[in-house]
């Protein structure tokens, strides 16, 4: 079975700043997607950005990008230029043949 | 263009109680997929149909839970009767297709349930 692993719990940064969560994820499928989501207290989960795991170009969505090492099976996800408003649980998920699978979140703080 | 709506917002009922949500997904979208998150998870699969049926709900504890999407749009999640475990959000999501890439999921803000 795919399984997602955060192993940052909580993580800071201070405003303007750049901070990296990280996430691996074990599968035997060739051909998956992968996610970062983002929950702020509103609880509505908030699609950050996608890669699809057959381009070996990293995605990156303005301040947003990732550092995809299919071979490790490594997705981490950069913030450049932290803001207030950044501050939120982060899921990394993934999804093949299989429903979306997520990992267990990190807590991320923006310090003014 | 609307997003998921979800309703009720917060929920609170006694142990052995009933208890229902409701969600309807983003126009178009023939993929709904109900989610349990328990404080401190990532959201974890109950149910996923694809139209009016149901396509996976091998994570659905089917004696107590069930859902219905009559008519392929609106769906119901109920709870009968309620366990003290069963305190979560439920998060309601939809997407395009079930797989592939245009299997973004679109998330509604939940119903927090307490189970007391």
């Known amino acids: 079975a795919q399984t997602v692993t955060q192993s940052q719990p909580e993580m800071s940064v201070q405003e303007a700043e750049t901070v990296t969560l990280s996430c691996t994820y074990d599968?035997?499928?060739?051909?998956?997607?992968l996610f970062w989501y983002k929950q702020p207290p509103s609880r509505q989960m908030i699609l950050v950005i996608r890669?699809?795991?057959?381009?070996?170009q990293n995605a990156t969505e303005n301040r947003f990008s990732v550092n995809f090492q299919k071979a490790a099976k490594s997705f981490s996800l950069k913030i450049s230029d932290s803001q207030l408003g950044d501050a939120a649980m982060y899921f990394c998920?993934?999804?093949?043949?299989?429903?979306?699978?997520f990992g267990k979140g990190t807590r991320l703080s923006v310090i003014a | 263009e609307a997003g998921v709506a979800q309703s009720p917002r917060y929920k609170i009922i006694e142990k052995r109680q009933s208890v229902a949500f409701w969600c309807n997904p983003i126009?178009?979208?023939?993929?709904l997929y109900w989610y349990q998150q328990i404080l401190g998870q990532g959201p974890k699969l109950l149910i996923q149909?694809?139209?009016?049926?149901?396509?996976?709900d091998s994570q659905l504890p089917k004696d107590r839970f069930s859902a219905e999407r009559l008519k392929g749009v609106d769906s119901t999640l109920k709870i009968q009767p309620a366990k003290l475990e069963d305190s979560a959000v439920y998060l309601c999501?939809?997407?395009?297709?079930?797989?592939?890439?245009?299997?973004?999921?679109?998330f509604g803000a939940g119903t927090r349930l307490s189970v007391l």
């Open positions: 999501a939809s997407s395009f297709k079930r797989e592939g890439s245009k299997n973004i999921q679109y």
């Open positions: 599968t035997s499928e060739s051909d998956y997607y």
């Open positions: 890669q699809e795991a057959y381009k070996q």
């Open positions: 998920a993934y999804t093949g043949n299989t429903p979306l699978v």
């Open positions: 126009s178009g979208h023939a993929t």
């Open positions: 149909f694809q139209n009016n049926g149901v396509v996976d």
